[in-house]
């Protein structure tokens, strides 16, 4: 199930795990990307909370954590190559997995088309 937040995030749930990362509209908006820092895994997040760091040739912005949850893994690969979120922001690029305190928590956000409507 993919699903978007307004702060340019999609998360692609499965089952009670959440792999979290940033849209390509975001990448767009902020060019080659030079630095990225990842949470901690185990670090417990709040809806809303400053998950991740990360500073483009343009701007610094943060990356927040979608839903209440536990981050079990990270990709160390854009920490090491800021390039591969550019590359494929919804793919490769990939911040970090979350376990999901409420799974159906997800339903609440937006689908693929209202995410496209927003950015239009």
């Known amino acids: 199930m993919l699903k978007f937040t307004e702060d340019h995030e999609w998360l ?7 792999t979290v990362g940033i849209t ?3 990448v767009e ?3 080659d990307l030079v ?3 990842l949470p901690e895994v185990g670090a417990q ?5 400053a998950a991740a760091t990360l500073e483009s040739v343009k701007a610094a912005s943060d990356v ?6 536990e981050i079990v893994e990270v990709n160390e690969a854009i920490v090491n190559d800021p390039s591969i979120v550019n ?3 919804q793919g490769a690029g990939w911040f970090f997995r979350l376990k999901l305190a409420n799974a159906a928590d997800a339903e609440g956000l937006m689908d693929e088309a209202a995410y496209k409507a927003m950015v239009e």
Do not use: E, M, S, T
Not at 12 to 18: E, R
């Open 87 to 89: 590359a494929d922001a």
């Open 35 to 37: 630095f990225i820092d």
């Open 45 to 49: 997040l709040g809806k809303g909370d």
């Open 64 to 69: 927040y954590c979608p839903l209440d949850g």
């Open 29 to 31: 908006q902020l060019g």
């Open 12 to 18: 692609n749930v499965a089952g009670d795990i959440a």
């Open 24 to 26: 390509d509209h975001a």
